[in-house]
C-alpha cells in the first residue's frame, strides 16, 4: 500500500513538472503593444512592404518565437541577422511569445481583418 502510495506521488509530481514545464502562452494584445517598432520593417500589417524584408503575417507562432530567439542568442547569423538581434536583444521570454503570437495571428494576406 506504502509503494502504491509513492509511486502515485511520483507520477502526480511528474505531471506537476510536465505542466509548469510548458512553454508559456503569447498573449497577441501585449505582442501588438510591443510590435510598433517592427512595423517599418514587416509593415503593420505584417507584410513587408520591401523586399529584403520578411512578412511575418500568419507564419506559425511557434517557429516566429524560435527565430527570435536565435537572433537574440546569436545562434541565427549571416544575412541580416545582426539588424533582428539589435531589434530582440532586450526583450523577455514572454515578450518575444506575445509577439509571435500577435503575428501568427495576422491574416496571411495582410488584409485588414
Ligand atoms: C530595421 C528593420 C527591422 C526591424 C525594425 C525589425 N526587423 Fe525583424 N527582420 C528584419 C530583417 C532584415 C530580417 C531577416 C534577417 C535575416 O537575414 O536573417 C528579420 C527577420 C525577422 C524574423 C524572422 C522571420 C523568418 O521568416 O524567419 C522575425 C520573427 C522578426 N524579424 C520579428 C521582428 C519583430 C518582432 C520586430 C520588432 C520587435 C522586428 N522584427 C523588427 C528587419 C527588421
Redesign the pocket.
Known sequence: MRSILAVLAAVALTLVFFFVGQAPAGDPDA?EA??S??????GSDGI?AVD?????AG?NGE???R??RA?QKGN?R????T??HG??SG?SEQE?RD??A??AAMPRTGAAE
Do not use: E, I
Open positions: 505582442g510591443l510590435a517598432g517592427c512595423a517599418s520593417c514587416h513587408a529584403r524584408y520578411p512578412s511575418l507564419q517557429y516566429l518565437f527565430a527570435m537572433y541565427r549571416g544575412g541580416q541577422a539588424v533582428m531589434q530582440v526583450l518575444l509577439l509571435a500577435y503575428y
